[in-house]
T-cell receptor
Framework: GEDVEQSLFLSVREGDSSVINCTYTDSSSTYLYWYKQEPGAGLQLLTY?????DMKQDQRLTVLLNKKDKHLSLRIADTQTGDSAIYFCAEKAGANNLFFGTGTRLTVIP | DADVTQTPRNRITKTGKRIMLECSQT?????MYWYRQDPGLGLRLIYY???????NKGEISDGYSVSRQAQAKFSLSLESAIPNQTALYFC????????????FGPGTRLTVL
């Protein structure tokens, strides 16, 4: 079955870049996603990448995909305190569902 | 107004009690999901539904049941709650087959004593 792994915690200083990593097992995944969960709230879609792409940039966010190593990363440039949250990567599981990773809690230190 | 709402937002109950968690959506989406979130385990899928007549088990359906009363409503029941069902529960919706994007409710924190 699917297995999506992430580090549980990451701390960075305000203004630095954050890199959140994810490894997945299903090589047939067509889309991979990053969701953000702010304290006390549900998950919100942050960005996604199609499996035939290596990189996608969206303002301060850069997603890198290494299909050979089944490795996905999310880079947040100029990290702000408002970026403190839990970040989940997710892969498409079969035709119908998403399989979520364990989540990485990002703490931004002022 | 929130598109996906969950009630209650917090609930404390005792072992053996029956609990129902409600989810409503105004997005008009056909597909609805129930997940539970546990620290260090991420989100795990409990049940999902593609329309009113369609119910499917997810990864961890034992101890849970669901009811899709209408397109807009999907409820999760714990017939006899146990302490290891203490978790944060999320409902989500999805527009249809053309997109995998899911839209999440704010969550229900359930504590079973």
């Amino acid at each position: 079955g699917e297995d999506v792994e992430q580090s549980l915690f990451l701390s960075v200083r305000e203004g630095d870049s954050s890199v959140i990593n994810c490894t997945y097992t299903d090589s047939s995944s067509t889309y991979l996603y990053w969701y953000k969960q702010e304290p006390g709230a549900g998950l919100q879609l942050l960005t996604y990448i199609f499996s035939n792409m290596d990189m996608k940039q969206d303002q301060r966010l850069t997603v890198l995909l290494n299909k050979k190593d089944k490795h996905l990363s999310l880079r947040i440039a100029d990290t702000q305190t408002g970026d403190s949250a839990i970040y989940f990567c997710a892969e498409k599981a079969g035709a119908n569902n998403l399989f979520f990773g364990t989540g990485t809690r990002l703490t931004v230190i002022p | 107004d929130a598109d996906v709402t969950q009630t209650p937002r917090n609930r404390i109950t005792k072992t053996g009690k029956r609990i129902m968690l409600e989810c409503s959506q105004t997005k008009g989406h056909d597909r609805m999901y129930w997940y539970r979130q546990d620290p260090g385990l991420g989100l795990r899928l409990i049940y999902y539904s593609f329309d009113v007549k369609d119910i499917n088990k997810g990864e961890i359906s034992d101890g849970y049941s669901v009811s899709r009363q209408a397109q807009a409503k999907f409820s999760l029941s714990l017939e006899s709650a146990i302490p290891n069902q203490t978790a944060l529960y999320f409902c989500a919706t999805r527009p249809g087959a053309n997109t995998d994007t899911q839209y999440f409710g704010p969550g229900t924190r359930l504590t079973v004593l």
